[in-house]
């Protein structure tokens, strides 16, 4: 004879309902936080819950600050969205990584949404009499997205963005940033875009490979461009004395600079050295194997004086501090040469200056020198310095004054932390949101007042920012192409030089991917002309 149930009705299938009950409010319980956020908040704040230690999802700038150097930037974006929150209205998000182990990357990550936020308070109308006047619309609510450091959760916020396209309130219509050309960015990119049909504008991401999606464009040179703008700008680059070496772990910055480079080399003599990184900002046991090349470069005839590298910027300070240290040939001067990923070396506190400076010879002078030469998004002194004058056309000293007396304002626009535009970062993001906001206002300026413009009309358009229409950035006029692309973006050409006092960035002058400034259009009329190919 069976035991009978302790309590009538509380059979096996009774409780197969049970369980079916609990899973089913499980799974109510999850799809009400991915909505509308938990009854009981993460520790994070609204819209973000804590994973592996970070504070992942959607912030519109309160709650918890990401890390400790967003806070005082955070804050002023939060006040700002609720400034204009019963205006009409659109939301824009930034969409990078809100965090890292790394101190340098840190920096950046704070000079990114430093950038972001100059262009979302400024687009709102600041003056008196554009506050009187209601400025231009709709305004500008803006959403920090972040997708975890090592760009993992990529997945759930841009579902939770796509849900924010949706809603009314939010409006979101254009995800930016983007700021590393790596595949967790392309699959987001895609995602965004062909899935979820959202616009996205990118940041500094430069891969080649980024190219062809549809409701995609983005402001920085592709590292084609960059490379075909740099061979333009110095003929007096010797190949017969250079010497590539490369990534070869795939990654689309690297592969992307390992082509543009190939092409460039083929007259070299000498057979490429290869390495293989364990990952973007890993670095691994690559000293030991830099400090072998480093040797082998001394000896090899003809003799090397320039190396092209192609690689992320930790390992290129890798390579820089072991060529430095550790080469015989120490009274050999040599030029290093890589991509916009350099620009931010020079903040990079491992980076051995004094091994960079060589040794010092007579009368005080230093001799066996490294220097880097690299193309970069932006350079401040790319628009304000006389020696070489810009040209008139391509970009603007204005634009750039704008955004460096921006960044220094005090209250009500800051403060916002230590601000510096010298790595490209501030720069690329404010301009490519300043690209997503002309963009969306664009469908808006000729409409009825309070009309939000459809993802659509936007994604599809981005072309349209040329011409008159062009956005004139701090990095210099964006134009865009029919495939998304800004065409014959202007290239600073960079040399980190050891000697130079403050270590800085040294401005050598602008370079143009079609070799030259884009031509003069119809008198007053400021205009880009994109040529038919």
Known sequence: MTDAPDHPGHGPVFMAAVALGVVMALLAAWFAWEEFGPENPDPCGPGLRTTNGECIGVSDGGGKPFMAELTDVMKRIKEENDRIDDQPHVTIALMIPMTSDHGEVRKQILHEVQGAYIAQYFANGTTKAEKQNGGEHPKIRMVLANVGKNRDQWRPVADRLARLAKDEKHNLRTVFGFDLSVRPTAQAIAYLTKKKQIPVVGGPITGDEFTGYPMFARIAPTNSDQADALVHFDKTLDLQHAILVKD????????????????????????????????????????????????????????????????????????????????????????????????????????????????????????????????????????????????????????????????????????????????????????????????????????????????????????????????????GWICIDNKGNAYNKAVAVVRLDPEVRGERPTFVGLAWPERFPPPKGQEGSGSCQIPRT
């Open 248 to 475: 070869t772990r795939p990654d689309p910055y690297n592969e992307s600079l390992l082509h543009a480079y190939d092409r460039k080399l083929k007259r070299s003599p000498h057979e490429p050295m290869p390495f293989d990184s364990e990952g973007p900002d890993t670095e691994g046991g690559l000293s030991g194997e830099f400090k072998r090349m480093a040797t082998d470069i001394c000896v090899l005839r003809p003799k090397v004086n320039t190396v092209y590298f192609a690689g992320r910027p930790t390992h290129l300070r890798q390579f820089l501090n072991e060529l430095a240290r550790n080469r015989p040939c120490k009274e050999e001067s040599f030029t290093v040469v890589s991509g916009s990923g350099a620009s931010t070396l020079y903040a990079d506190g491992k980076l051995d200056w004094n091994a960079l400076r060589g040794l010092r010879g007579d009368g005080g002078r230093w001799k066996g020198k490294v220097t880097v030469l690299y193309t970069s998004i932006s350079h401040p002194d790319g628009w304000l310095s006389k020696r070489p004058r810009p040209p008139e056309t391509g970009g603007s000293p204005a634009a750039v004054r704008e955004l460096m007396q921006r960044l220094a304002a005090p209250s009500p626009v800051g403060p916002i932390g230590p601000a510096d535009i010298y790595d490209s970062r501030t720069v690329s993001v404010h301009d490519s949101a300043k690209t997503a906001i002309a963009g969306i206002r664009l469908h808006a300026e000729s409409r009825r007042s309070g009309y939000i413009p459809t993802l659509r009309e936007i994604g599809t358009d981005w072309n349209a920012l040329r011409g008159v229409h062009k956005v004139d950035g701090a990095s």
